[in-house]
C-alpha cells in the first residue's frame, strides 16, 4: 500500500549542484505530476507526464527537466540549483486526466534547500 | 488565468463546532472543483471532488457545495474535532491535467 513513494525526503543542495528527484507510483496509474510549494504560493504545476512516453510543461518549468522512465516512474532534475528553487516539492499521480474526475494520490514530499 | 483564492486564511475553533471554509475562483469554466487536507510535514489527500454538473458531494462529517456560477464553493464540517486540524486547500480544473490551487485554509480545532 506505498502509494506515491518520493526519494529523498530532505536535500541540501548548493547553488549551481545537479540533483535529481525520485518518484515511483504502484497504482498502474497513467498520469503523474512534478509540483512545487512555496509559502504564501500554494501549489504549482511543474511538469507532468499524461502518460507513459509523454511530458509537457506546466506553470513554472524553467529550471526542470523531467523523465518519464516508465509506468511507474517519474524523476525531475535539477541542472544547475539557484537559491530560488528552494521549496517543498510534490509527485502525484492519476489514474487519467484531472478534468476527467481523476483524482490525484500525493507523495509525502521532498524539502529542497539551496543554499 | 485561473486565480484561486481561500478565506480565511487562518481558523481556530473549540471542539464540536460547526464551521465553513470559504473558496473562490474567476473563471467558471471549469471541469470540476477538489478539496484537499494537508497535514504539517505531510503530502495533500483528496476529501471531495465535485464535478461541473454537481451542486454539492458529502463524505461523512464534511460537505462540499459549488456554485459554479458565481464562482465559489464550500466546504462545510460538523462538529469539528482536534483530529481535523490540518490545512485545507481547494483546488479547481480548468484544463486536461492542471488544478490551480488556492493557498489554503490553517484550521486548529482546540480541545
Known amino acids: 500500500n506505498a502509494g506515491v513513494t518520493q526519494t529523498p525526503k530532505f536535500q541540501v543542495l548548493k547553488t549551481g549542484q545537479s540533483m535529481t528527484l525520485q518518484c515511483a507510483q504502484d497504482?498502474?496509474?497513467?498520469?503523474m505530476y512534478w509540483y512545487r510549494q512555496d509559502p504564501g504560493m500554494g501549489l504549482r504545476l511543474i511538469y507532468y507526464?499524461?502518460?507513459?512516453?509523454?511530458?509537457d510543461k506546466g506553470e513554472v518549468p524553467n529550471g526542470y527537466n523531467v523523465s518519464r522512465l516508465n509506468k511507474r516512474e517519474f524523476s525531475l532534475r535539477l541542472e544547475s540549483a539557484a537559491p530560488s528553487q528552494t521549496s517543498v516539492y510534490f509527485c502525484?499521480?492519476?489514474?487519467?486526466?484531472?478534468?476527467?474526475?481523476?483524482?490525484?494520490?500525493f507523495g509525502a514530499g521532498s524539502r529542497l534547500t539551496v543554499l | 488565468k485561473q486565480e484561486v483564492t481561500q478565506i480565511p486564511a487562518a481558523l481556530s475553533v473549540p471542539e464540536g463546532e460547526n464551521l465553513v471554509l470559504n473558496c473562490s475562483f474567476t473563471d467558471s469554466a471549469i471541469y470540476n472543483l477538489q478539496w484537499f487536507r494537508q497535514d504539517p510535514g505531510k503530502g495533500l489527500t483528496s476529501l471531495l471532488l465535485i464535478q461541473s454538473s454537481q451542486r454539492e458531494q458529502t463524505s461523512g462529517r464534511l460537505n462540499a457545495s459549488l456554485d459554479k456560477s458565481s464562482g465559489r464553493s464550500t466546504l462545510y464540517i460538523a462538529a469539528s474535532q482536534p483530529g481535523d486540524s490540518a490545512t485545507y486547500l481547494c483546488?479547481?480544473?480548468?484544463?486536461?491535467?492542471?488544478?490551480?490551487f488556492g493557498k489554503g485554509t490553517s484550521l486548529l480545532v482546540t480541545p
Open positions: 497504482m498502474n496509474h497513467n498520469s
Open positions: 483546488a479547481v480544473s480548468s484544463s486536461g491535467y492542471a488544478l490551480n
Open positions: 507526464s499524461a502518460s507513459e512516453g509523454t511530458t
Open positions: 502525484a499521480s492519476s489514474e487519467g486526466p484531472v478534468s476527467g474526475a481523476n483524482v490525484l494520490t
